[in-house]
């Protein structure tokens, strides 16, 4: 049975999956309607890979005796600036969930809920994979240059890591 409090911090966390999904996503249609191809498929990856996230907790809240609740969709923005300033955002993004996962694993400990605190170590990789792969994408940005933004949309897709394996729902 989960404690209340990790219960809350778990649908607090489906939220913010559901809206990173819904972030890439329109980030991802941005970029295809500039001419991003590459851009536009990384992000539409990412987005159903952060749909996953939010699945991973709904059946982990629901598998312990929880009740999950399923979100209304929060618009996300529609403009980015640039794709320098869009990956800027992601990578901020990024980060904020690090953190909320960080608030998950204090709260399993707070609770001794150390079921939930193994479970979300997963979560933990996955982040810090999932920064590493968008500061890499940032540097080789910044190495080629708004110049050559064409081979960087070529080559954005081979820069998918480790961290874009889909999990195990
Ligand atoms: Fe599900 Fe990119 O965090």
């Known amino acids: 049975m989960l404690p209340k409090k990790v219960e809350k ?7 913010k999956e559901d809206y990173s999904s819904q972030l890439y996503l329109s980030m991802a249609s941005w970029a295809e309607n500039k001419g991003f191809e590459g851009v536009s498929s990384w992000l539409y990856a ?3 890979e952060e749909r996953l ?19 209304g969709l929060d618009t996300p923005p529609a ?24 608030e998950i694993v204090a709260a399993c400990i707070s609770e ?14 996955e982040q810090i ?4 792969s968008v500061k890499t994408i940032i540097d080789k940005l910044n190495l080629l240059g708004k110049n050559n ?4 949309d070529r080559d954005i897709m081979s820069m998918r890591g480790g961290g874009g394996a889909a999990p195990a729902v």
């Open 149 to 152: 933004l064409y081979m960087f």
């Open 53 to 71: 996230h939010m699945l991973k907790f709904v059946k982990y809240v629901n598998d312990r005796d929880g009740v999950a609740v399923i979100p």
């Open 79 to 102: 403009g980015f600036g640039d794709v320098f300033e869009m990956f800027d955002k992601v990578l901020a993004h990024e980060k904020f969930i690090s953190g909320s996962i960080n």
């Open 9 to 15: 911090i778990l649908n607090d966390q489906i939220q």
């Open 112 to 125: 001794n809920d150390f079921t939930t605190q193994n479970w979300i170590q997963w979560f933990v990789t």
């Open 46 to 48: 990412q987005a159903e």
């Open 129 to 132: 994979e999932e920064e590493a």
